[in-house]
């Protein structure tokens, strides 16, 4: 699918930690772990659970450099 | 939510102008303020807010046409007695150091009320402020937040045409800002009063302002109801005030599974961050949105929002671009790099979907107010 967000990175769900109304994803992304914060609904109606692959999307404005 | 349209200004400023050493401080072609409402007068530091305040309350000498209550406050007399029938708060409580109770009266005390009366007006205003049991405590054994409700109290006791704050609540905690904000502007809509309220702040006008002016050099740029001032302001300058945040304005409803959505007036639900239960306008940063080609595939995305409209406009934001997606019910602004509207073939007219997670919608609570 076309999405305007510049970086979509393939990777491999490490854990899922659910909270009351939020979730904690980790994805591995090429031995790097990528945390991801969404809601308790999405992780649920995406059905997210641990050695699933998908794609974590960020929006270049979103990313921060250091040296 | 505001005073209704038939009501009679109270306070009415015609080219109203403050000059001092030959520099125009603060101008005003118009401003009439309304019984029970909130008129907000919002700019950033510097932008002559004070000035105004003052020069509507008498207390700053100005060139042009003030009338208070149908009668032109035209001499020192005049102003005078309205400073009588009006009252000012500012950031700092500036207590007398005596007791909270004697600090409560003085003001009623001032303005000629017996001591028997002033005592009695004095305790109901502690009792309005919940804060009677403070009445014989010193000043300087206050929290920042009770030397506040003082201050607000004393003013409030003498009853006001017209309540002047002047960044009531900079000085103030988060928290208790939030309680304050309730508690005033329920205290307004039952006293009827008209109510001018300076704020360097976008979300304190957002959460009180019935009508915002906007202040820029001394002068107000732009003046409206709060809603419409700030879907479309009036000049660049007001715009980068404000931000590029998109305002959503709806009804924060909590579900049973906790999860938070702003419904919006043509029933759509966009899910936010949490809030309590009850009116309000939510910011969306257009950083935050994303821009799809097409509707994503059902459960594809960890995006609780997700809206089909199309291109309303594409402009130069810095090396980005903002495009305007007129969804339903709804514009929505983003934020795309250039090789991102390439790849989506963004054009104006066309179609897209914009898309942003509940977390980047910001919900600032509108208290409902009704007169009584």
């Keep these: ?67 | 939510m505001s005073a209704s349209a038939s009501a009679v200004p109270v306070l009415v400023a015609r080219d109203l102008e403050v000059v001092r050493a030959g520099r125009t401080l603060a101008h005003v072609d118009a401003l009439a303020l309304l019984p029970g409402d909130v008129h907000v007068l919002l700019g950033a530091n510097g932008a002559g807010k004070s000035t105004l305040l003052k020069a509507l309350n008498g207390v700053e000498e100005a060139h042009g046409t003030l009338e208070f209550e149908g009668r032109e406050v035209a001499t020192a007399a005049a102003r005078l007695a309205l400073r009588r029938r009006t009252a000012a708060v500012f950031q700092r409580p500036y207590l007398l150091a005596t007791s909270v109770h004697a600090n409560v009266a003085s003001g009623l005390r001032l303005r000629g009320a017996s001591r028997a009366e002033a005592r009695r007006r004095a305790a109901a205003a502690l009792d309005l402020l919940g804060i009677a049991h403070l009445a014989g405590r010193k000043p300087d054994r206050l929290s920042g937040g009770e030397a506040q409700r003082v201050s607000i109290a004393r003013a409030l006791a003498v009853d006001p045409a017209v309540l002047f704050l002047d960044e009531p609540l900079a000085a103030l905690d988060p928290p208790t800002r939030r309680v304050l904000v309730v508690e005033l502007l329920d205290i307004f809509a039952q006293r009827a009063m008209a109510v001018v309220w300076v704020t360097h702040d976008r979300d304190e006008a957002l959460a009180v302002g019935d009508r915002v002016s906007f202040l820029e050099n001394g002068r107000i740029v732009q003046t409206g109801a709060a809603l419409d001032v700030f879907a479309q302001p009036a000049s660049a300058s007001f715009a980068d005030f404000l931000g590029l945040d998109a305002y959503l304005e709806g009804e924060i409803v909590n579900a049973a599974d906790s999860s938070t959505v702003l419904r919006l007036a043509s029933g759509v639900e966009i899910a936010c961050r949490e809030a309590a239960d009850g009116p309000a306008v939510a910011c969306l940063p257009p950083e935050d949105v994303v821009l799809f080609a097409g509707p994503p595939a059902e459960h594809s995305t960890s995006l609780r929002n997700v809206l089909p409209g199309m291109v309303k406009s594409v402009s130069p934001s810095g090396r980005l671009l903002l495009v305007v997606v007129a969804a339903e019910c709804v514009d929505i602004a983003a934020l795309v790099t250039r090789a991102a509207a390439e790849e989506l073939g963004l054009e104006v007219g066309g179609s897209v979907v914009a898309a942003f997670k509940a977390s980047a919608v910001h919900p600032i609570a509108r208290h409902e107010r009704r007169l009584s």
Excluded at chain 1, 20 to 35: L, N, T
């Design chain 1, 1 to 67: 699918m076309a999405i305007s967000a510049r970086n979509q990175l393939p990777g491999t769900v490490r854990t899922v930690v659910l909270g009351a109304v939020m979730a904690e994803i980790v994805v591995d992304v090429g031995g790097h772990d990528v945390v991801s914060v969404i809601t308790r609904h999405s992780a649920e109606s995406l059905d997210i659970k641990a050695g699933d692959e998908l794609t974590v999307v960020i929006k270049s404005t979103a990313v921060m450099l250091e040296k």
